[in-house]
């Protein structure tokens, strides 16, 4: 199995990369793995932040930034290698009025992380956005689960984990997602429960 390779472009300035890099040392445990700060993200990513920017709503449109980010050289500079964009503006999707953010997959590689710190709540909240979305990054839950008799896996806005306390589950409302995170870090909780880090050690990124 290759070496994966994650950049990290950090444009936030109410979230401290060194949360970020925490949890990519976590998912090192699992996999072999190296991360990178990208200097300067503002030039590389304002432009298509500002296309995608909505001033009516206040908001960036999620897959409308990243699905421009994929059509350009941009994608192509960095190829296989799975990137994390990190940013403060309050995001929406298509048919949602917010989201957190999201990974979107590339044909080839590892794909992409679009994570807003707008509705962040603590620090507990924002690791374990950053824990969720790595781990889809990795095929958590996996395909294959949805197929199994004892799967523990349910169909919400993609595929989520149903096992108790891991981090793969899905809370689609802020208080709900913060409580879940604040229940965890007090109960001193495994990040992934035993199916998901298996996912995660076993998927194969598309060559």
């Keep these: ?34 991360f990178y700060s990208v200097g300067n993200p503002d030039v590389l990513l304002n432009p298509y932040i500002e296309k995608n920017f909505n001033p009516k709503r206040n908001q960036l449109h999620s897959r409308g ?3 421009d980010i994929v059509k350009t050289g941009f994608h192509n500079d960095f190829k296989r290698d799975g990137k ?6 309050d995001l929406y999707d298509d ?12 044909r080839i590689g590892i794909g992409y992380i679009l994570l807003s710190t707008s509705r962040l709540q603590n620090d507990y909240h924002a690791r374990d956005l ?3 979305e790595i781990g889809h990054m990795f095929g958590a839950p996996s395909d294959n ?11 919400h806005l993609g595929l989520h ?4 306390l891991c981090v793969m589950q899905q809370k689609d409302r802020v208080d709900f997602s913060v409580k879940y995170a604040i229940k965890r870090a007090r109960l001193n909780a495994d990040t992934y429960c ?9 998927y194969e990124v598309s060559e």
């Excluded at 950049?7 to 072999?32: N, Q, W, Y």
């Excluded at 048919?95 to 590339?106: A, H, K, S, Y």
């Design 130 to 132: 950053i824990r969720h």
């Design 145 to 155: 689960r949805a197929c199994e008799l004892n799967g523990n896996v349910y169909e």
């Design 95 to 106: 048919g949602l009025n917010w989201c957190f953010g999201g990974f979107m997959g590339t």
């Design 65 to 67: 930034l990243i699905k």
């Design 1 to 34: 199995m290759n070496k994966d390779h994650i950049h990290v472009f950090d444009m936030s300035e109410r979230l401290h990369i060194d949360a970020t890099f925490d949890v990519l040392k976590e998912i090192g445990k699992l996999r072999d793995l190296s």
């Design 194 to 202: 035993s199916q998901c880090t298996n996912d995660i050690r076993n």
């Design 84 to 89: 994390i964009i990190i940013v403060d503006e």
């Design 161 to 164: 984990c149903s096992n108790d």
